[in-house]
Every structure is written in structure tokens, then in C-alpha cells.
């Protein structure tokens, strides 16, 4: 096995610029794991100075970096007649086939693509450091005229420099079709996974709504029924265990309509049909009112609120917006909801409005995760699904949904239902 050390000659060693120092500490272990005498730069300039006044037996340089770059940097080593045979490697993510060319024209002899391995950098370093005596040896000089992409450039490089300079590109771009091989054969796994997963969820939701849902409706209804024939009781207990059993069932049966809202909000495809979102709203809200007992609750919806969308994700989102805002309002005198719409950069952008408890907006970006409250479940009730949902079914339209509020005086939910 080849040894790098042994290479390098007495008092000689590799000068690195980097200036990342992330990147940099990463070469300044491998140049110690390999045993390699190393000078490391974070800039070109000071590099470039080093290199003068102690030549180095091989550069190994970045190209991104402020001030000068790593093409400039590899352009004045070769342009410096006791620099000019130092071979010189640049690190790139080679993303645009312009960086061939401007290593071409730099001067380079080598290519790294970034991520690299220790192994890939120390093989170039022994094949440039092997090479280096023989690379001028029957080579003259040439120039090239090309046009590439339109521009016309001027290569001035001898043979082998091309040919090393080219072939490290190629095993570059084979490394990377190998990997992106291996990813496409792991995504075509993953999404294999994903089918069986969603058809394993849509099983569950199936099972939930048939299997839970059945006897959870038979617990609140003879819960309820015992309510009533104990209305008049003097035993509190009893009426308490009652009313506890009946809030916990109905507690239970609301995470499971959530919970399958949000399930089935990832998997439908969505079915667009013009909408009448004022109707709409109007028919929740009258609904959502018949479950509200001794609220004065005021609704100001707008007439010809319009949408192209599907209509039942729609009314989930309605669902719940509407029910968080008379939710949250529960403990004003009067609550007040207003329904309407603004124009949003040529968009129509729907908003829902209400005067009750607000949040503060320092948590606003919790709001729209699963199973996060902003208040306590003694202050309001909830499942903390239900926003997640609505965010959910938005954004498969192509929309966005925000919240703006302050604390005790109600908060207004904004969302558009396209780009």
C-alpha cells in the first residue's frame, strides 16, 4: 500500500485553504490521521503568500470563499513561475458545468466534489503526488479556442492536466449516479412503505368509525338519558360520576372525529367544485349553535364569499374555526364572529374573526401543530388536532393559513384556498 508520507519529500507539505471551519477542522484531521505535514489557510490571500515563501508539494483549495476564490487563487499559483508545477486541487459541489470550464482555465489539475471521503481525497493526493514528475515530461503546452453555452473561452493547459483534470470529473459523476442509484432504489422502497402505510391508516379510520365511534354513541346516549332521570335527584355524587362519564365519552368521541378529520385530510384527493362559502359558513355556524346553550353570539358573514375548492374539507375547515371562535369567546358577554374576505396580492383571502381570549403571538408558531394547546384544557376544552387538520386541508389546495391576535382581544384566522 502506497505511502502518502513518503511521497512528500523532506521539510515538504500539502498547503490547505478552507474557509469554513467546520470544513477546515475535518482537513486538519485528515492530514494529521494520515500523517501528512500540512499548513491550513482560511484565505486565499494568506495562502497565496505562504506558498512563497516555502513552496508546497500540493494545494488542496476550496472555491467558494470571499476575497479571492478558489479559481483565482489556482489561476495565480499556476501563473507564478515557482508555484506553476504545484499540483492543485479544488474542492467543489461541481453544480453547474461552468465550474469544468473555469477549472480548465484556472489552471487546475484535479476535481473533489464535495461531500467527499478520506479515502477519495487521499487517493487523488498519491495519484497527483506519484504523477508529478512525469506530468510535463513529453507535453507541450497547447491552447484551446471553445464555446461553450455561447461564451468563448481560452484553455491553456497541456495534455495531461486536461486528461486528469476530466477524468476526476467523470469518476465524480459516476460516484454521483451511483448514489443517486442508490436513492432511487431506497424512494422506490420508501414509497412502497408509504402505500402500505396509507392503506394500513385507511383500515384504521375504518376501524375507528365503525368499532369506537358505535359504542362511545351508546355510552353518551345512556349517559344522557341518565342525566335526565337524575335531574332531579338529591344524589350529587351519582349526578357527578353521570356528567363526568358523559364528558369524558364526548371528549373521546371529539378526538376520534379529529383524529380521523386529520387522517383522512393527508390521503383524500380533493375534488374542486364551485363553492358557496357563505352558505357555507352560515349552515356550521347554525349548526355548531344548536350544541350552544345560554350564548349570546353575534355572526357577521359576506355575502357572495366564493371559491373553487372541494366542499367537504372545506366545511371541516369551517368546522373548526367557527368552533374555535365560539369557543374561545365563551367567556364574553357577547361574542362576536365576523366572516369575510380581503384581496391578498390578487387573491381572494378569506378571514374569520372573533373577540374572545386571543393568544400570544410569541407561541404562534405552535399553533399549528398536532396536540399543541395554547390554554389549558380547565380553561377550554379541545384535542389540539383540529387547527393541524385545517392547515392540512389548505395547503392540499395550494394555499397558505396564518393567525394574527393579542391577548383578550380575540384573534382573526386568515387563509387562501389557491397559490
Request: charged fraction near 25%; hydrophobic fraction near 40%; aromatic fraction near 8%.
Amino acid at each position: 500500500m502506497i505511502n502518502t508520507v513518503q511521497l512528500i519529500q523532506d521539510g515538504g507539505y500539502v498547503l490547505a485553504v478552507e474557509d469554513s471551519l467546520v470544513q477546515a477542522r475535518r482537513l486538519e484531521f485528515f492530514f494529521k490521521e494520515n500523517h501528512i505535514q500540512y499548513k491550513l489557510y482560511t484565505n486565499a490571500e494568506e495562502a497565496y503568500k505562504a506558498a512563497l515563501v516555502q513552496k508546497p508539494e500540493l494545494i488542496v483549495s476550496d472555491i467558494i470563499m470571499p476575497g479571492m476564490d478558489g479559481y483565482e487563487f489556482c489561476k495565480k499559483v499556476k501563473s507564478t513561475e515557482a508555484l506553476s508545477q504545484v499540483p492543485v486541487i479544488l474542492l467543489t459541489s461541481l453544480q453547474d458545468s461552468h465550474d469544468i470550464i473555469k477549472g480548465l482555465q484556472a489552471g487546475a489539475d484535479n476535481f473533489i466534489t464535495k461531500p467527499y471521503t478520506n479515502e477519495n481525497l487521499i487517493s487523488r493526493i498519491q495519484y497527483l503526488l506519484i504523477s508529478r514528475d512525469v506530468r510535463f515530461a513529453g507535453s507541450a503546452e497547447m491552447v484551446i479556442e471553445m464555446t461553450f453555452h455561447g461564451e468563448k473561452y481560452r484553455i491553456n493547459s497541456d495534455k495531461k492536466q486536461i486528461l486528469d483534470l476530466l477524468l476526476s470529473v467523470y469518476e465524480a459523476a459516476i460516484q454521483r449516479n451511483d448514489e443517486l442509484t442508490a436513492m432511487k432504489a431506497e424512494l422506490e422502497t420508501a414509497n412502497e412503505n408509504l402505500k402500505q402505510a396509507n392503506q394500513d391508516l385507511e383500515a384504521f379510520s375504518r376501524t375507528v368509525s365503525h368499532d369506537l365511534k358505535s359504542p362511545l354513541n351508546g355510552i353518551i346516549g345512556f349517559a344522557d338519558i341518565l342525566k335526565m332521570q337524575l335531574a332531579n335527584s338529591e344524589d350529587e355524587d351519582t349526578i357527578d360520576y353521570i356528567n363526568t362519564i358523559y364528558d369524558s365519552a364526548r371528549s373521546m368521541s371529539n378526538l376520534i372525529k379529529d383524529l380521523l378529520n386529520f387522517a383522512k385530510s393527508g390521503t383524500v384527493t380533493i375534488e374542486q367544485e364551485p363553492i358557496d362559502i357563505s352558505n357555507l359558513a352560515d349552515d356550521v355556524f347554525q349548526t355548531l349553535l344548536k350544541n350552544t346553550v345560554d350564548r349570546k353570539i353575534e355572526i357577521s358573514i359576506d355575502d357572495n364569499l366564493h371559491a373553487k375548492a372541494d366542499s367537504k374539507m372545506i366545511r371541516v375547515v369551517f368546522d373548526n374555526l367557527i368552533g374555535n371562535a365560539i369557543k374561545y369567546s365563551a367567556q364574553k358577554e357577547v361574542a362576536k364572529i365576523v366572516i369575510g374576505k380581503k384581496d391578498y396580492f390578487g387573491h381572494d383571502l378569506f378571514f374569520i374573526e372573533d373577540n374572545g381570549a386571543g393568544f400570544d403571538m410569541a407561541q404562534a408558531e405552535k399553533l399549528f401543530l398536532p396536540f399543541q394547546r395554547l390554554h389549558s384544557e380547565s380553561e377550554y376544552n379541545g384535542t389540539g388536532v383540529g387547527l393541524c387538520t385545517v392547515k392540512r386541508i389548505v395547503e392540499k389546495h395550494g394555499g397558505q393559513i396564518w393567525a394574527e391576535s393579542e391577548v383578550g382581544k380575540g384573534s382573526t384566522f386568515f387563509f387562501t384556498l389557491e397559490g
